[in-house]
Nanobody, 124 residues
Framework: VQLVESGGGLVQAGGSLRLSCAAS????????MGWFRQAPGKEREFVAA????????RYAESVKERFIISRDNAKNSVYLQMDSMKPEDTAVYYC??????????????????WGQGTQVTVSS
């Protein structure tokens, strides 16, 4: 499985970005997919995750009501819409797949495949 993130960049506080993650090598429509982030000097942390059909989502408290995770199984892709962004959202963002996972988890070690990450920088 290969995961490729895109959509990162530099944005001002209060702005928006939309991250995309495209998967190849295997159909991931039956499995949980998640977004994590890692800021310099900090551990990788959970951001959001989505069930196989998009019916269940979970968010970190720090991003609730600002970020929305979604997926398009026909495109084997997952997305993260980030609005009302804050400087503390600055990090490298990673998408990941829990294989073969059907229950949403928030611990990075529970996920099996990872993308290379995309940098998101929010200026104040």
């Amino acid at each position: 499985v290969q995961l490729v993130e895109s959509g990162g960049g530099l944005v001002q506080a209060g702005g928006s970005l939309r991250l995309s993650c495209a998967a190849s090598g295997r159909t991931l429509s039956s499995y949980v997919m998640g977004w994590f982030r890692q800021a310099p000097g900090k551990e990788r942390e959970f951001v959001a995750a989505i069930s196989w059909n998009g019916g269940i989502t979970r968010y970190a408290e720090s991003v609730k009501e600002r970020f929305i995770i979604s997926r398009d199984n026909a495109k084997n892709s997952v997305y993260l819409q980030m609005d009302s962004m804050k400087p503390e959202d600055t990090a490298v963002y990673y998408c990941a797949v829990d294989w073969p996972g059907h229950i949403i988890k928030e611990v990075p070690s529970e996920y099996d495949y990872w993308g290379q990450g995309t940098q998101v920088t929010v200026s104040s």
